[in-house]
């Protein structure tokens, strides 16, 4: 399968603990993007790297909120002391270009009891 | 703030006809307009994009058209089967930015 891949699809966690995922992009798509989804609405956009520089946030990204791309491939998602506000499907996608087509991964859904 | 939004939360067609899915948006320097799928579970599958030097681009069984004078985007599917059936969203940006800005979807039912 060369789409992009998030890890794990589900993860039930229990409010205040800490959680991470994972997104590995396709292949030689250099532009990562995390959106955040709940039921019924669109994504939306919360951060975006180009390589490993992570160039914007969105002011949904809150402090509690932190992404890395370390070496340009795969990045991580991870929500400290999550509350049940978190709860959202979290999805990656990848582009080759500023202006080509956004693939995504199959998301992760989060639930925070 | 700039948005896009959709006319219809929920489009009801018979198998085998055709289906149109419109799109508003407000953003004037929007250049880059797509369509997404998405099924239960999954996550949003592109369909169809579209430039705003285009009013219209053909795919396989659908086609995007683009007015940019009145802002209005739409998705048509033809010989809609009910492989069809999903929420469908459209997503614009514009050379300001970076990511897309989604709107809060259309779902399709397909009735046999």
């Known amino acids: 399968d060369t789409g992009v891949s998030q890890n794990p699809r589900h993860k039930i966690t229990k409010r205040g603990q800490n959680v991470t995922f994972r997104c590995d992009p396709i292949s030689e798509h250099n532009r990562l993007y995390w959106y955040r989804q709940t039921l019924g609405q669109g994504p939306e956009f919360l951060t975006y790297f180009q390589n490993e520089a992570q160039l914007e946030k969105s002011r949904l990204l809150s402090d509690r909120f932190s992404a890395e791309r370390p070496k340009g491939s795969f990045s991580t998602l991870e929500i400290q002391r999550t509350e049940q506000g978190d709860s959202a499907m979290y999805l990656c996608?990848?582009?080759?270009?500023?202006?080509?087509?956004?693939?995504f991964g199959q998301g992760t859904r989060l639930t925070v009891v | 703030g700039e948005s896009v939004g959709l006319h219809l939360p929920t489009l009801s067609v018979q198998e085998g006809d055709n289906s149109i899915i419109n799109c508003a948006y407000s953003n004037s320097a929007s250049d880059y307009f797509i369509w997404y799928k998405q099924e239960s579970g999954k996550g949003p599958q592109f369909i169809i994009d579209i430039r705003s030097n285009m009013d219209k681009r053909q795919g396989q069984r659908v086609t995007v058209l683009l007015n940019k004078t009145v802002k209005h985007l739409s998705l048509q599917i033809a010989a809609t089967q009910p492989g069809d059936s999903a929420v469908y969203f459209c997503?614009?940006?514009?050379?300001?930015?970076?990511?897309?800005?989604f709107g809060s979807g259309t779902r399709l039912q397909v009735q046999p």
């Open positions: 997503a614009e940006k514009d050379t300001g930015r970076r990511a897309l800005t």
């Open positions: 996608a990848s582009t080759r270009g500023l202006d080509t087509e956004a693939f």
